[in-house]
């Protein structure tokens, strides 16, 4: 049974930075590609990034690029997400996922809540 639990988020003023993680159980986790994705207030599902099973294919949403970064540990099974001058609108839930993006799986953790404010 796939299990994914986020942890980092929090409150950041804008310009400010955090460190989300992902901790992975159930799975073979460097066989597979990982996403981060958000959902704003009132908003749908927003990729973010995803990395591949060795970590060497890492795209990014135009919004994040240059700001964020993700990685992964495969001796650990963690998945972060490096964020960097946080902006207000990047004030959302923000879920990692098993595989490439697809808005309809299942395959998710909990998500854990980034808010930028001043």
């Known amino acids: 049974q796939v299990l994914l639990v986020e942890s980092g988020g929090g409150l950041a003023q804008p310009g400010g930075s955090l460190r989300l993680s992902c901790a992975a159980s159930g799975f073979t986790f460097r066989d597979y590609s990982m996403t981060w994705a958000r959902q704003a207030p009132g908003k749908g599902l927003e990729w973010v990034s995803s990395?591949?099973?060795?970590?060497?294919?890492?795209p990014y949403a135009d919004s994040v690029k240059g700001r964020f970064t993700i990685s992964r540990d495969n001796g650990m099974n963690i998945l972060y997400l490096q964020m960097n001058n946080l902006q207000p609108e990047d004030t959302a839930l923000y879920y990692c996922q098993q595989g490439w993006f697809d808005p309809d799986s299942s395959s998710r953790g909990q998500g854990t809540q980034v808010t930028v404010s001043s």
């Open positions: 990395i591949s099973p060795n970590g060497d294919v890492t």
